[in-house]
């Protein structure tokens, strides 16, 4: 069996800031949560064989996308790393030849209750909805995967963002790295604890791969995004398909949603110019 694995940061075990989540080279914070991303990995890459899988893909997701240590990953998997052109944005790389997929260290998405370091995309973004659904990265993520037919089978994140993976796709296996106390302060797991937890949620998802539905979306996809200025709706509205809703934000209707999700990253890349990305 061939498994994707999307890694983003601000969900994996031991980290409570973007103090500690952004370089540059050399900063303790940033090594310590490399080495945490890269743990948090390792764990799910030895539950997926355990589970079966023989060929292991990881996407390195978040910011710039060169967080991994690539010479402390579990032997023979394959890295993407880097950024670039690509209509899969965090899933890039995905295909329909892979049997399933996994998120790890994502988080919840922005204005969720308890969720450490809680957004969606970019810090210029205060909400997204697809065909009236308000969703995160894993919405997203598991959207992109269910076009390839492929089901989204394990999450490990802090409790906020499992809690979303479990509404998101019923029978998921998740592993929670840590509950949220705020937005920055949260009761961390040792990783010892959530290194056992990610294995067993990678290896039970697989288990049970075929009795989990992918999350896909046939026909239409109307997107909206409410952004936190109105400068970036401005910068915004003026791309091809979108109307301005309200100061804040913008919408459209696109054909399918692999056209939607691009029009999203499209749409980001100009609202929030020179502004922070969070990814």
Not at 27 to 47: E, L, Y
Not at 114 to 141: A, D, F, K, P
Not at 234 to 252: A, F, H
Request: negative net charge.
């Amino acid at each position: 069996m061939r498994v994707f694995i999307s890694a983003d940061m601000e969900g994996c075990t031991g980290l409570v800031s973007w103090g500690q989540c952004e370089g540059p080279d050399g900063r303790p914070d940033w090594a310590f949560a490399r080495r945490m991303m890269t743990h948090d990995v390792n764990a799910a890459i030895r539950g997926l064989r355990a589970g079966g899988a023989e060929e292991i893909v990881v996407k390195d997701s978040h910011n710039t996308s060169k967080n991994l240590l690539i010479d402390e990953l579990e032997h023979g998997v394959h890295l993407v790393s880097g950024h670039g052109a690509g209509e899969d944005g965090m899933m890039q790389g995905i295909d329909g030849t892979f049997d399933a997929a996994v998120l790890v260290g994502y988080h919840a998405m922005a204005g969720t209750g308890g969720g450490v370091m809680e957004h969606t995309l970019t810090g210029s973004l205060h909400r997204l909805w697809i065909n009236g659904n308000e969703t995160g990265e894993m919405g997203l993520s598991a959207l992109v995967a269910g076009g390839y037919g492929v089901p989204l089978i394990a999450v490990a994140s802090d409790q906020a963002g499992c809690d979303e993976a479990e509404a998101l796709v019923p029978d998921i296996a998740t592993a929670v790295t840590k509950t949220g106390l705020g937005r920055y302060m949260a009761d961390v797991r040792h990783p010892s604890t959530t290194s056992i937890a990610i294995e067993s949620a990678c290896a039970e998802g697989l288990r049970k791969r075929d009795k989990i539905s992918t999350v896909w979306i046939e026909g239409e996809v109307e997107i909206k995004l409410e952004f936190n200025r109105t400068e970036s709706a401005d910068r915004s509205d003026r791309l091809p398909g979108l109307e301005r809703i309200d100061g804040y934000t913008v919408g459209g209707t696109f054909p399918d949603f692999g056209t939607a999700h691009l029009a999203v990253w499209n749409i980001l890349s100009h609202g929030a110019a020179g502004l922070r990305s969070l990814d």
